[in-house]
């Protein structure tokens, strides 16, 4: 008697890339989530992931913004933590180490602010054992200046190609939603030779303390994220992913299996899990359990079978 074939969650983030990006499933972490990589280790299972992206790393040290920095919302939260990291050269010295013993692939996300920095930075982390890709964080609402690299085509396509001079990996740009329209934005980057798109940030939201009659956040303003920003997410997903030709990795509110299809289905290769890591742990490491169970009652062969079944180009001939 035959044995059926265990379905395939692996997936190829950078299919243009001369090493391509090749994860054992399409589900990571969010960058500021799940920290550098040792703060949940011995809560997940971190072998079970696609691979987890660090804390946004800038040029020097930076120790966030002012508190309050959280906030819940209805369906989500609202986050001002303003970028907190020990710089470049720290987070080498630091957490490289980490990085290297970790059973799971390593994207680290990195920020700047004039190209020539883009560039050195991203250079810092070329070559470190079980790194295998950089996010370009182009879209940060958090700090000052962090929307003016995904709100304009022109400055999207210049930072993207100041890390890709920085870097022989993989390089993945996360783009803002809080634009007009993000495809002309994400054909930039793409042209600019990024080899895959996260979409998307978070959205700029404002809480007011009705009692002190001032915003509630340290800030002022910050970053909704969570369930309550899932449809839109899944939207700018579906708009992008018709048009461009490298994979998107979808993200914003994801929750459950369910919530991931929905994003696999409008067009994205795997999608990363955010917000509801912080109310629990192991959410993204369900999902990976959940995704193989879906391929498997479905009889789907591979993971990438699902890409796009939602998308109107499936039923043009």
């Not at 999608?271 to 479905?298: H, S």
Request: charged share 15%.
């Amino acid at each position: 008697m035959g044995t059926t074939a265990v379905p395939s969650l692996a997936v190829n983030l950078a299919p243009g890339h001369p090493r391509g990006l090749w994860l054992r499933a399409p589900v990571l972490t969010a960058s500021g989530t799940f920290g550098f990589g040792d703060e949940y280790r011995d809560i997940v299972n971190l072998a079970a992931l696609g691979a987890i992206i660090t804390k946004t790393v800038t040029p020097e040290p930076r120790e966030g913004n002012p508190t309050p920095r959280t906030i819940e919302t209805p369906s989500g939260m609202l986050n001002s933590i303003g970028l907190p990291n020990p710089g470049g050269a720290g987070a080498v010295r630091e957490k490289a180490p980490i990085w290297r013993d970790l059973p799971c692939p390593v994207v680290v996300s990195i920020a700047a602010h004039d190209p020539e920095r883009w560039t050195s930075l991203a250079a810092r982390f070329d070559g470190l054992d079980n790194v295998v890709a950089i996010e370009a964080n182009l879209s940060c609402p958090n700090v000052a200046g962090g929307l003016d690299y995904s709100t304009d085509p022109t400055t999207t396509a210049a930072t993207v190609n100041a890390v890709r001079r920085g870097v022989s990996l993989p390089v993945i740009a996360k783009l803002s939603p809080n634009v007009t329209d993000l495809r002309p934005i994400a054909r930039a980057a793409e042209d600019a030779g990024a080899d895959a798109l996260s979409l998307i940030n978070t959205l700029l939201g404002m809480v007011i303390d009705t009692k002190a009659a001032l915003p509630f956040l340290g800030a002022g303003v910050g970053g909704l994220s969570g369930p309550a920003i899932r449809p839109l997410a899944v939207r700018c997903v579906y708009d992008v992913a018709g048009m461009v030709s490298i994979p998107v990795i979808g993200m914003g509110g994801v929750a459950t299996t369910d919530d991931a299809l929905q994003f696999l289905m409008a067009g994205a290769s795997a999608v990363q899990v955010g917000t509801m890591t912080f109310r629990e742990p192991r959410t993204a490491e369900r999902i990976v359990d959940g995704l193989g169970a879906y391929l498997e009652n479905r009889g789907f062969a591979s993971v990438s079978d699902v890409v796009g079944l939602a998308r109107p180009e499936r039923f043009s001939g």
